[in-house]
């Protein structure tokens, strides 16, 4: 099973982004996903998670600017974060659970598979 988070980049205060999750031998469809963030010097938080049964949740400094969603065709699961802050600063992993939920309390009891990280730099 290989998770990998891409979407990344350089950007300004306000602007968006939307990361992408894929994963290869494991279908997300049928898995909860988790998106959780790092930055320098801190431990890693949870961001955003979908259950199996499409219930989210997101950490409250995200909630009306990230929206996580999934595109099954694809076997993706997206992260769109809008009006961004220097504070969302980090690499950005996605992270996927054959179980209905993922916490996003650390140490993230439930997930089984991380994927590679994505930076995502925000200038004031």
């Known amino acids: 099973v290989q998770l990998q988070a891409s979407g990344g980049g350089s950007v300004q205060t306000e602007d968006s982004l939307r990361l992408s999750c894929g994963a290869s031998?494991?279908?997300?469809?049928?898995?909860?996903v988790g998106w959780f963030r790092q930055a320098p010097g801190k431990e890693r938080e949870g961001v955003a998670c979908?259950?199996?049964?499409?219930?989210?949740s997101y950490r409250d400094s995200v909630k009306g600017r990230f929206t996580v969603s999934r595109d099954s065709a694809n076997n993706r699961v997206y992260l769109q974060m809008n009006s961004l802050k220097p504070e969302d600063t980090a690499v950005y992993y996605c992270?996927?659970?054959?179980?209905?939920?993922?916490?996003?309390?650390?140490?993230?009891?439930?997930?089984?598979?991380w994927g590679k990280g994505t930076q995502v730099t925000v200038s004031s």
């Open positions: 992270a996927a659970s054959s179980q209905n939920m993922v916490s996003m309390i650390n140490p993230f009891p439930g997930v089984e598979y």
């Open positions: 979908t259950s199996v049964g499409a219930f989210t």
């Open positions: 031998g494991f279908r997300l469809n049928n898995a909860a």
